[in-house]
């Protein structure tokens, strides 16, 4: 019997070193700044008097958010400068003096999806723009 | 009563490592396309799901290196070669031109028939019209 309690106690505790292992994986995703991200952003725009939805093409560029609160992107060369804050499930990207706050929808390993919305044309229509990171 | 209890905790520590390990398959799809490719590019403009215009299809040559870097060259001419990043997340493969072929950027499902690999991207969607852009490879 003894020896049976031993057992599932070893056991249980590999399996729940495992899970563990796999949370802190997990967590290494919050980290968001000292890696390069690939950045795919496209917009759809849901026109509300014609129930019409439209995707629209993406602007990729690469990014990288450094510690201090400023960030570098570009293409093969990271050279346009700007600035970020990570308040919780908010990132906001300050480019000169417009600030774009983004809503965190979903998080990987190695993928973070980013949303914001805004009314366009008065009310008539929403504008979700979505900002993937993709790490590199 | 042991057996079947190692069995269930033996099951619970591979579902475990299981669900940390899919980015070994991502792995795997990377590796697969890591190298040098011959292309052929089809762009369509789509209306109803069906190709109504031939915008460009052309051939050439596309590099997909280890280090998440693309090179991206034309059989009819090198003035627009250009390089680029790549990298495969969650069955797609995400390629970003540094020049050039700016609407080809995108996420492209990674599509295999008979036996072969192809890249598609479908873009600016709307209620019935799209443009695709496909990539046939091949070694």
Redesign the interface.
Known sequence: MFK?KK??WV??L??LL??N??EK?MDEVLTIDGVVW?A?MSTTVIEHEYS???????????IRFDKDGTGKTG??ELNTDFTWKLKKDELQLSFDDNVLPYKLVSK????MVWEKSYKSNGDFATVIAKL?L??? | ??KF??GI??L??VL??W??DK?GK?NALEKELTGSWNYNLEHFRLFDGQPVETMEIYSGTMIFHND?TLEYKLDASNALDT?G?W?V??KQV?I?F??NF??Y???YDIVREAGKLSLHLI?????RDAISVKFKLTK
């Open positions: 049976l057992y599932l056991s249980l590999f399996s495992l899970l292992s796999c994986k690939l795919k019409d939805h439209a995707e629209y093409r993406y602007t990729m560029y690469k293409g093969d990987s390993k190695e993928k993937e993709i790490r590199l | 009563m042991k209890l190692s905790f033996l619970l520590s475990s490592f669900s940390c980015k991502e998440n390089k990043t990298k997340v969650d995400y970003y540094y020049r700016y609407y950027n995108g996420s873009y600016n969607k709307n209620d």
